[in-house]
């Protein structure tokens, strides 16, 4: 059974910074393949960036794109934001594919991943 926890939301003023931290606990995934999500009251979960840790590869979506960077250390990835704005304001997820590897097209879309946390807050006003 895989875990994932998620910590580091919080409220801050427009164009300031966060980092979102995700632990991964329990069994062992083969597939290197994590993503950071995020949904915001009425919408739908939207993928924000996503690493293959393997291949060293990251995908961001268009509207974070240069403001949000993703890493990882070990058994904990994170979601480094920058210059951040009201529309980032969500509930932030991780998540982790359970195994096997995606295409660029398919690292942004929910349904390709097994595993979620619980979420954090993130609040920008």
């Known amino acids: 059974h895989v875990q994932l926890v998620e910590s580091g939301g919080g409220s801050v003023q427009p164009g300031g910074s966060l980092r979102l931290s995700c632990t991964i606990s329990g069994n062992t995934i083969s597939s290197n393949c994590m993503a950071w999500f995020r949904q915001a009251p009425g919408k739908e979960r939207e993928g924000v960036a996503a690493t293959n840790f393997g291949r060293g590869r990251a995908n961001y979506a268009g509207s974070v794109k240069g403001r949000f960077t993703i890493s990882q250390d070990k058994n904990t990835m994170y979601l480094e934001m920058n210059s951040l704005k009201v529309e980032d304001t969500a509930m932030y997820y991780c998540?982790?594919?359970?195994?096997?590897?995606?295409?660029?097209?398919?690292?942004?879309?929910?349904?390709?991943?097994?595993?979620w946390g619980q979420g954090t807050q993130v609040t920008v006003s």
């Open positions: 998540a982790a594919r359970r195994h096997g590897n995606l295409t660029t097209g398919q690292v942004l879309d929910r349904l390709m991943y097994n595993f």
